[in-house]
């Protein structure tokens, strides 16, 4: 409480009402305090009969009638200009009458006091007047009193009477001195006013920009914080149906023993993460690009999974052609095992002469039974390979169908897909081969094992890079929340600096 009462009180007096209201109090009480003076100094002659009684009422009277007009006009207004106007005219009167009944003494002093009242109100001209006043009625006073004989029979009323005027010379100089002092003070002070309110001006046009700035960009990253959210979501699903695909060649890709390799360049891979820019501006252009890359790559992805799909599809026609070949093998291998039974049984006829005839057929009979089982090795083998077709097929069907829902697929293993279509179709006419070359079946099935190897470890490439691009986004993402906030407390004090200076 008492510290807001100094606080409120601490520039009161800059205000000019509060500086009269002030001054007027002063100068009310020590003109009465002068008047008083006059009245005991008259009522002390007149108790020592040195003055007339009339003289003596008759100032008394007067002088309660100005303190009593002083006393209303400070009453009615506190901070007129007049009251020291109606005030310095009346105890000059007061001043005279009295003077014109004392000696010279008490008007020197009367004088001087009179004077300095004039002081506090710091005004050039009115002091110049008031003194200018006051010394033509001390030069009245001293005149009546030396046509009296009172004055100018004492040296020492003569030094006084200089005295008094050097020391009204002294005062008003120093009044002059003190308003020069007073004004330059008061005319640096409000300079200084005037330059800390530019000074704030301009920083109020300043945080006005900067908060219509962050305003913006605070609407800005809420759009890339959006953006960026959706597409760490998107790469999060199209991660894991790559890796569901992944997942699905893995288990084709077993029977080669090759699948480890392709791990363990996966987990180096994914420990060779780059670090997000520190720079804001830099991480959005690289998000950006990131984002164009990754339109690139997924529309990359779409064709080739297609490929793959076309080329799995052939795979599966040549598997059945080489099934139907099998089977016309074993149907030609069990009309030659029927032949050979009648060979041996017309050579059972024959007796002795067909013997030989017999043994023939019995080896005839041998190849035809090697040759169904080895066909049907064939058909197993290729019955296996049109199963493990179809589950790649089904497998890059669901990976075609997730990307397609998600709009945005990954296109950076476009060059290995073709490569992979190459190799397919040099699959291809290996199969047709096995019409002719029975041996040419194994190596037209380890070309396909390779092929599959090669399409595990261009899946296990993107799954890395879908990955790091969902890294990517969410640092992004941890990033961008991190300069909203940043940009919301500029704003915020912005905000403030602005309440402040309303």
């Given at each position: 409480m008492n510290m807001n009462i100094k606080e409120n009180?601490?520039?009161?007096?800059?205000?000019?009402?509060?500086?009269?209201?002030?001054?007027?109090?002063?100068?009310?009480?020590?003109?009465?305090?002068?008047?008083?003076?006059?009245?005991?100094?008259?009522?002390?002659?007149?108790?020592?009969?040195?003055?007339?009684?009339?003289?003596?009422?008759?100032?008394?009277?007067?002088?309660?009638?100005?303190?009593?007009?002083?006393?209303?006009?400070?009453?009615?207004?506190?901070?007129?200009?007049?009251?020291?106007?109606?005030?310095?005219?009346?105890?000059?009167?007061?001043?005279?009458?009295?003077?014109?009944?004392?000696?010279?003494?008490?008007?020197?002093?009367?004088?001087i006091a009179i004077f300095i009242l004039q002081?506090?109100?710091?005004?050039?001209?009115?002091?110049?007047?008031?003194?200018?006043?006051?010394?033509?009625?001390?030069?009245?006073?001293?005149?009546v009193q030396a046509a009296k004989g009172i004055y100018g029979q004492d040296v020492n009323a003569v030094c006084s009477t200089l005295l008094v005027f050097l020391i009204g010379i002294i005062i008003l100089e120093t009044g002059k001195i003190t308003i020069l002092f007073n004004n330059d003070a008061i005319g640096s002070s409000r300079e200084e006013h005037n330059h800390v309110k530019e000074v704030l001006d301009n920083v109020l046009d300043v945080s006005q920009t900067v908060h219509q700035e962050t305003t913006k960009t605070t609407d800005l990253m809420n759009q890339l914080v959006q953006t960026t959210e959706s597409v760490a979501n998107s790469m999060q699903e199209i991660s894991s149906a790559t890796n569901m695909t992944a997942t699905s060649i893995e288990e084709q890709s077993q029977m080669t023993g090759t699948i480890q390799n392709a791990i363990e360049q996966t987990g180096h891979i994914s420990e060779q993460m780059v670090q997000i820019a520190e720079d804001s501006n830099e991480s959005i252009r690289k998000n950006m690009a990131a984002m164009e890359d990754l339109k690139q790559q997924s529309?990359?992805?779409?064709?080739?999974?297609?490929?793959?799909?076309?080329?799995?599809?052939?795979?599966?026609?040549?598997?059945?052609?080489?099934?139907?070949?099998?089977?016309?093998?074993?149907?030609?291998?069990?009309?030659t095992n029927l032949l050979a039974l009648n060979a041996s049984i017309e050579s059972a006829r024959a007796g002795e002469a067909g013997r030989g005839f017999a043994v023939v057929a019995q080896q005839i009979r041998q190849l035809a039974e090697q040759t169904k089982s080895f066909?049907?090795?064939?058909?197993?083998?290729?019955?296996?390979?049109?199963?493990?077709?179809?589950?790649?097929?089904?497998?890059?069907?669901?990976?075609?169908?997730?990307?397609?829902?998600?709009g945005e697929k990954i296109l950076a293993a476009s060059e290995t897909f073709e490569q992979l279509n190459k190799n397919m179709e040099a699959l291809a006419s290996q199969v047709e081969e096995v019409n002719h070359h029975i041996l040419g079946l194994s190596e037209s099935n380890n070309k396909i094992m390779e092929n599959i190897s090669q399409l595990s470890a261009v899946t296990e490439e993107v799954t890395a890079n879908a990955e790091q691009v969902h890294t990517m986004s969410q640092?992004?993402?941890?990033?961008?929340?991190?300069?909203?906030?940043?940009?919301?407390?500029?704003?915020?004090?912005?905000?403030?600096?602005?309440?402040?200076?309303?």
């Open positions: 009180n601490k520039y009161r007096y800059t205000d000019t009402a509060e500086r009269n209201i002030r001054m007027n109090r002063f100068y009310i009480i020590a003109s009465s305090l002068l008047a008083i003076v006059f009245l005991f100094y008259l009522w002390l002659k007149l108790v020592n009969h040195n003055i007339a009684p009339i003289v003596t009422y008759a100032n008394t009277i007067l002088i309660a009638v100005f303190c009593v007009v002083n006393a209303v006009t400070h009453l009615r207004n506190k901070a007129t200009r007049l009251l020291k106007v109606f005030a310095t005219i009346e105890i000059g009167i007061e001043y005279l009458l009295v003077g014109l009944q004392t000696d010279a003494s008490f008007i020197h002093y009367a004088l002081i506090p109100y710091y005004e050039k001209k009115s002091l110049k007047k008031t003194a200018l006043g006051l010394f033509v009625l001390y030069l009245i006073v001293m005149i529309a990359m992805i779409k064709d080739t999974n297609h490929s793959v799909t076309d080329a799995m599809e052939k795979l599966q026609e040549k598997t059945k052609e080489v099934e139907e070949i099998a089977g016309s093998i074993m149907a030609i291998s069990g009309q066909t049907e090795e064939i058909t197993k083998i290729t019955n296996e390979l049109n199963a493990n077709a179809n589950m790649v097929v089904n497998t890059i069907s669901g990976s075609i169908e997730a990307t397609e829902q998600q640092n992004n993402l941890d990033y961008a929340e991190q300069v909203k906030t940043a940009v919301e407390h500029i704003r915020s004090t912005t905000d403030e600096m602005g309440t402040q200076e309303g």
